[in-house]
């Protein structure tokens, strides 16, 4: 939850006021939709679409088509019988693990939104990099949660050296 509040404030600075959620079907996905939506909507930001998708479906289409607006052709591009999307959006937020996130962003691509920017959580992230299987992560930007060291005497002594050396930094 922490990171998706954190999404909404790198959006935010980047610019980036319009957005449309992808997150995943029950309680997790429920709770970082939230707090995405309160962050982003509390400093100005507009959320006009969110889907929810099938955790253990391997096929993620319906729900990115519907939020995407994908296939509702008007204009020129009913006449030319091309497919468009929505073009009211400025990017998109996703939380997802590691393989649903890859299969979103080939979709994301597939119909025709590998323009937006897609931020997401850092769940997308295996922690085992692997250069074929990330490259379809290519270009999404997650959040990284601080890294946690512990409390021992000697982690609290190290603590206490930099604070003296460097009184100024937090």
Same mark, same amino acid.
């Given at each position: ?10 959006? @935010? ?22 707090? #995405?939506?309160?962050? #982003? ?11 929810? !998708? ?17 296939? =509702? ?19 998109? #937020? ?11 962003? /080939?979709? @994301?691509? !597939? &119909? ?12 997308? &992230? =295996?922690?085992?990099? =692997? ?10 930007? &997650? ?17 206490? /050296? ?9």
């Amino acid at each position: 939850e922490d990171e998706a509040r954190a999404a909404a404030k790198r959006a @935010l600075a980047m610019g980036l006021r319009t957005a449309i959620v992808l997150v995943p079907d029950g309680g997790w996905g429920a709770r970082i939709l939230e707090a #995405f939506r309160d962050a #982003f909507n509390a400093e100005g930001g507009d959320l006009i679409d969110y889907a929810t !998708f099938d955790p253990k479906a391997q096929d993620h289409a319906k729900p990115i088509k519907r939020v995407l607006r994908y296939g =509702s052709a008007s204009g020129d591009a009913a006449k030319t019988g091309e497919t468009s999307r929505r073009r009211d959006v400025d990017f998109i #937020f996703i939380a997802a693990q590691p393989a649903q996130a890859r299969q979103i962003r /080939q979709q @994301l691509r !597939f &119909f025709y939104a590998s323009r937006l920017p897609v931020l997401a959580t850092s769940h997308v &992230f =295996s922690g085992n990099p =692997s250069r074929s299987k990330d490259s379809d992560l290519e270009g999404l930007k &997650f959040a990284d949660m601080p890294w946690v060291i512990g409390n021992s005497p000697e982690i609290n002594a190290r603590r206490e /050296q930099v604070r003296e050396l460097w009184p100024t930094v937090d």
